[in-house]
C-alpha cells in the first residue's frame, strides 16, 4: 500500500500524484530512437502507436477517424455525440464556432446541450461507422453506460470492431432502485467484438472492470485544459498514481486468471508531448488524447476543443476553449509525427514519445514501463 | 493523533489539509441520483439540503431566507446586521451598491462600518423574523457571544427556532476580568430552543462546545474570497483537517454521552459545488454557505459579498467583493438545482452534491462521509 | 534535531518553514482584548508594543523615531544611511521620490548607491540622536559590524542608548587575513548600553552571539518585498524555523547561564498583521519591522521602501520599491493602532496582535509564545 | 539511498530537488570576502572563477571565448553551430535579430533549424579555435556524441585544449542496431586533451561516465527559462539532487579509484547569481553558464538566449526568447564581476558567489561544498 497521508484525527487519505509532479531519469545506456517501437497490440488490433482519441466530437468526425486510423492509431467515434444526432454536422459545428466568435463561453455550452437535445439516430452513426471501415481502418465507437444496452446492437450491425463504454466513472455493476441497470460482465460475455470500459480512479475499480472480460480499462475521465469535474464534483484522481495502481491491478488480475492481459487505457493530464511518455512510464499501454488533438486540421472542432461532459443537460463538467489558434493548426500527420518547429511539445507527438524511449535506452512500450521516475515538489 | 511537523527545535505543529487539497476517490459501484437523499435533520428540524446561510446581509433578507427555506434550507438571519439596524435596508443597500461603482473597496468598507454603528432595534429584528415565520419557513438567527445575553430574548420573543451564536472564533467559556462573559453552558440551558454555536477550529474546541449542549457546532469562520482573518490576525485552521477532527470531537463525544449527536456545520473554503460534497466527505453534517450564495437573484447585495467580520469597527477582516457579474445572476432554485450551463460548479450547487454521491455509490449523507480520499501535492 | 531531507545521496539538508506556512490555532478559552498587554521589557527599557524598526532610512527619521518612541515602540536610526551623510536630507529624499516618477527603479539604486558614497560626518549623527533624546524618547542606532568599532564612541558620546550592531549577517567572531576584525564579546564588555545585535539564521550563531553578552539577536535579514538577498547570493532562512530555532538557543542559554535572557527580535517575513502574531507565536519577543511602515505619514520614504543593502555599492540586495500608494499612507498612531477601513491587515498592526492574543486566550506576550500552531501545504 | 515516495501501488520514485528549493543557511564565523579565492583547476588548466559557458551560439562566439578566457573563466564553442556552417555569422545572426523584431518566436525557430541544416565546414571551426588560442586563452570546443568521431580529429588539429562532449544525455555507450556507436571509454582513451562529457542526470550514469575516463561530467542539459526538455520529452531531474548525487559518485569513484578526482560541472537552473553559489554548494566544481551571460555585450546572441536543442530538425527542445532588454546589457567584465546597480543578481555573478562565500565563512570552493543547507516547502 502507499503513502497516506492523516488529514485529521481518524481519517487517512492517500496522496496522489499527478504527471506534471513525475519525471524520467535516465539511468541506461542511451539508444538510436530508429531501434525503437512504438508499436502497441489489443485483441487482435495492432497500432503504430499507443493512440487512442478521446470521444469528443470536437476532435474525432468519421473521416478525421479514418486519417487516424491510416495514421496507426485509433479513432474513437461518440455514439451518443452531434454525428449520431444531426444529418448536417457540418453545419452544426458552424454554427458553435460562429457563437465562439462572440467569446460568450457559457453561450457555447447552452448551444451543446440544444444540440445534444436532439434524438439519437442510429442510421447517423451507422453512416459514419461504415465510412470508417469502408477505409479499411479498424472502427470503434463510445457509448455511455447508459445507453450501451440500447445502443450497441445498432453499432455492432454497422460494423463496430472495438467497443469503448466510457462515463465520468464507470463501475462494474451500477445500482439502482428502479430500472434495469448496465451488468458489464454479463454485457461484455454476450459480445463478439472488445470491450474497452471506463474510467476507473484507482486499483479498486480497475480489478472490478478487469474481472467483467473488458479487454481494457480506461485510467481517469480526460482531466486537462478543458475538464472541470474536480471542481463541480470534488472527484478527482492525479494520474500518475490512477496509472500505476491500474497497472497493478492488471499485474494482480494477470496472475489471478494466469495469462488474461487487460490493457491500461490513460486518458487525461496530457497536455504535451511529455506527458505521454509520462503516461507509458506509470505503466499505460496507450493513452487516450483530446485536447492535444485539437490543432490538427483533421479535427472538426477547427481548433475548439470540449470533453463529453459538457453537452450534460444539467450540470456540464467540462469548458468549451479554444485548444489552438488558426496559425497552430497543422495537420494531423504533422501532429503526430513532426516535423516541429514548436519547442512546446505540442506537435510530433509521437516522435518525442520514440525520442524519450530512446534517450533513456528502452526499445518498447512494454519495457519501457520499467524506467525509473523522480517526484518533483 | 495526526501527522506532525516539527518546524523548529523543539516546536512542533500538526499538518492541516484545506479542502482544495483534498479530492474524492471514488470505487464503489456507482448508482442512480434518483436513489440519493441529501436530507439533514437536526433536532426537530428536517431539511431536503444540508445547507444553511453564512449570517451575512450580502446573502440573506427575510425574503430571501424565505426562500431558501422554501428550497429545503435554512436561511440565518444576522441579528446584528443591517436588517437589525435599518428600517430602510432597501435604500442603505442601493447606497453600498453604487459606492461599488466607483470602484473604491475601502470606502465601501468604510460604509459598512458607519452603517453597522447605527444603534441595533430590537424591533426590526423581531419584525424580519415574522415575515419568516409566517411564511412557513423555520426561523434562525445568529447572534455575536458579546451580545448573545442582551439580543436572545427579543429573538425568542419573536418566535426564532434556531438560535446561531457565531463569531471567528467561540469557546465554551470567554474570560474578561471586568463586566460578565458569556458561559454558553449556562446560557444554552436556559433556552427552549436548539443552538448552534462556533466558530471552531480544532477537536479541543469543537469538544468543549458539544459539551456546552449545542446541537450543531459550527467549524470555520467562512474563509474564502472574502476573509482575510488569516492575513490579519494569523489564525487559520484548513478546513479539511478541522472538519474531520471536529468529526472525531463529535464521535468522542456521541460515546462520553452514550449517544448526543452534535452536528458538525462547515464554514468555510467553498469555492464551487465540489467543495461541498468534500465537507461532507470530511465529516460534515451540513454547509455553511456564503459567496456561492451571492450570485442568486434573492441576495439582498446583488451580487456583492461580505461576510459579517467587514463591518468590525476598528480591525475588518472581510473584503467587500463582487463575487458575481450582473450576467450570472440566476435565481436561487437554479443555483442550488439547476439546470446548469456553467461548467464551472457555481450553479446546481446541490445537483452536483446528490450526483458527486450517486458516482461513488452513496444513497445518504451520513454513509457519504465515509468516502474515500486522496491528497493532492 | 527537527527534520531532515536528504535531498541526495548522502546529504542532508533542514527543511524550513516560512511564516506564510504556519497558522496560529486557538484552542483555548477567548478572553477580552482588553485584558490583554503587549508590553515588552528589554534590559532596562520598557515599551507598549514589541516594535523595533529595521534600520532604513526609508522609514526612520529622527522625527519619525520621537514618534514611534511615544507610541511605546522603538525608533532605531541607521547610523551609516542618508542622515549620517547628508545634512540636507529633506532635499535628498525629494530627488529620490523625482526618480522614483520615472519608474526607472535600476536609476534609484543608482541613486542611493551615489548618496551613500558620501562620507560619514559623526556631527550630524550626534544630532540626529540629540532630537530624539531630547524628545525623552530611547534613542537607539544601529551600526554595521565592519564600523561598529569606529562609530560607536561617538553614538555613545551624543547619547545613544540602545546599539544596535547589524548587518545581513553577523557572527561572533569575524575572520579576516588583514586589519582587525571585530570581536563581539570584546566590544561588548567594553560597553555601558545594552547591545542588540544579529542577524542570525540558526540555533547555532543564535547561541554564539547570545554568548557575546548581547541583551537581544536580531533574527534574519529583513526578508520581505524589497529584499533580494536569497536570489543574489542563495542564502536564506525561512523565519518561522530559524525563529523557533533561535528561542532554542534563548532556553538553552537562559539554563547555561542559570538566568541570562536574551531577547529574540524577528525582522523578515512581516507582510501583514497577521505576521507578527505569528513571529511571536513562534517565539520571538518582538519584531522588527520595515515596509509595512512605509505606509506612515512620518516614514521619510513618502511611501518609498528599500532596506539598508539597497545601498552596497557593488552588489545591492534589496529593490527600493513604492510600498504604498499616496491614499494607503497614514498617520503612525492609526498604522499602529487603527481605527482601520482596509481589510489586509496592513492598518492596526498591533490592534491585530492584541486580538489575536485574546482570541487564542492570551494575556502577555510571553505566554503568546506558547500557542499551538498548524502547518499548511 | 534519498526518499523514496510510494507514488502508487508497487511503484516508488525518488524525490528530487530543484536549486529554488535550496538555500544555504550560515552557520560559521563570518569571514572577509578579500580573504576567498573561486579558482579551479581541471587537469592542468586553471581558471580564477568555476565558470564554463553553455555551447550556444547565443552566448559564444570565437571573441567572447577569448574575452572569457581572460576574465578567468572557459569559453566553449559549438563545433556543430553557426559558426561551424556559415562564413557570415555576424550577417546570419542579424537575420536572426530581425526576425525578433516580428515577435514570431516559431518563425525564429524555423530560421535556426534551416541556418543549422547548411553542412559543418571543418575550415570554418579550425579558424574560430584559431582565434582563440592565439589570443593565449584556453581554446574549448563541444561536439555532439553523434558527430564526436567524425569532427574530433579537426578540433585538434586546430588546436582545440579541452573537448566537450555533450548532448541532452549522453550514456558511456550508445546502443544501435545499425552503424556504430560512441565507446566513450575508447574514444577518450585515444585523445591527449581532457573531455568533459554530459549531460547525466543520476549516480549511476556519472559513475559510468567517470569511468570513460572524462575529467570532468556534466550534470543537467541547461535547464532554465529557454529549455523545454520536460514539457516535450517528459525527461527531467531537480539540479540540487542531481549535483548531489553526482557529487557523490565523484567521492565513490575517487575511492574505487584511489585518487582520480573527476570534476563536476552543473548546466542548469541558475536563473541568477544565488544559482551559481547553490550549485557549487551542492557539490558542483564549477558552473556551465548559459542565459544569464545572454546579458553580456560580448554574447553574439545580442540579448537573445537558446540553447543547444533549439535547433533541432524535427522536435527542437528549447525556445529562443529575449532573455535581457537593451538597455540592461553590460559588458563581460561587469557582468561576472560588478559593480551592479541591480538589485536582482542578473550582475556581478561571481562577486556574489565570493560574498556568500565570505558571509558563510568558507575560504575556497571545495571547502564550500560542505555548507549547510535548507529546504523549503
Known amino acids: 500500500m502507499r503513502d497516506l497521508v492523516e488529514i485529521g484525527m ?8 499527478a504527471l506534471h509532479e513525475v519525471e524520467i531519469v535516465p539511468s541506461r545506456r542511451t539508444r538510436s530512437s530508429q531501434d525503437v517501437s512504438t ?17 469528443t ?46 467569446q460568450d463561453f457559457t453561450a457555447l455550452t447552452r448551444l451543446l446541450q440544444e444540440l445534444h ?40 450491425a454497422a460494423g463496430v470492431e472495438i467497443l469503448v463504454v466510457q462515463g465520468t466513472i ?31 480512479h484507482d486499483y479498486r475499480t480497475a480489478m472490478h472492470l478487469m474481472r467483467t472480460g473488458a479487454a481494457g ?19 478527482g484522481a492525479p494520474m500518475a498514481t490512477a496509472i500505476v495502481d491500474a497497472a497493478a491491478a492488471r499485474r494482480d488480475y494477470l496472475d489471478e486468471t494466469g495469462g488474461r492481459y487487460v490493457h491500461v487505457i490513460a486518458d487525461g493530464e496530457v497536455d504535451a508531448s511529455g506527458d505521454i511518455a509520462k503516461s507509458i512510464a506509470c505503466g499505460a499501454d496507450a493513452v487516450m488524447l483530446g485536447a492535444p488533438l485539437a490543432a490538427a486540421k483533421e479535427a472538426p472542432g477547427k481548433g475548439l ?18 485548444a489552438a489558434a488558426e496559425d497552430e493548426i497543422v495537420d494531423l500527420r504533422t501532429l503526430l509525427f513532426g516535423p516541429s518547429a514548436d519547442p512546446d511539445g505540442m506537435i510530433n507527438l509521437f516522435g518525442a514519445l520514440r525520442r524519450a524511449m530512446a534517450k533513456t535506452g528502452y526499445s518498447d512500450l512494454k519495457e519501457f514501463q520499467k524506467v525509473g521516475l523522480s517526484v518533483r515538489g
Open 170 to 200: 464507470v463501475s462494474a455493476e451500477h445500482v439502482s432502485r428502479n430500472g434495469e441497470p448496465l451488468n458489464l460482465k454479463n454485457f461484455i460475455a454476450d459480445l463478439d467484438v472488445p470491450v474497452i470500459a471506463g474510467g476507473v
Open 305 to 322: 476543443y470540449w470533453t463529453a461532459s459538457a453537452a450534460h443537460p444539467s450540470l456540464p463538467r467540462s469548458r468549451v476553449i479554444p
Open 217 to 235: 480499462v480506461i485510467v481517469g475521465y480526460g482531466s486537462g485544459v478543458a475538464s472541470t469535474t474536480d471542481s463541480v464534483l470534488g472527484i
Open 39 to 55: 508499436a502497441w497490440q489489443i485483441d487482435a488490433y495492432r497500432f503504430d502507436i499507443p493512440l487512442l482519441t478521446h470521444p
Open 57 to 102: 466530437d470536437a476532435v474525432v468526425s468519421p473521416a478525421a477517424a479514418v486519417e487516424i486510423g491510416k495514421l496507426g492509431g485509433l479513432g474513437v467515434l461518440n455514439a451518443e455525440g452531434l454525428w449520431a444526432r444531426h444529418a448536417n454536422v457540418e453545419q452544426v459545428l458552424d454554427q458553435v464556432v460562429e457563437t465562439l466568435d462572440d
Open 10 to 17: 481518524g481519517r487517512t487519505a492517500r496522496r496522489g500524484y
Open 117 to 156: 437535445a436532439a434524438p439519437i439516430r442510429p442510421e447517423l452513426i451507422a453512416e459514419a461507422i461504415k465510412k470508417v471501415t469502408e477505409a479499411g481502418v479498424t472502427a470503434a465507437a463510445r457509448v455511455s453506460p447508459q445507453r450501451a444496452g440500447e445502443l450497441t446492437p445498432d453499432l455492432l
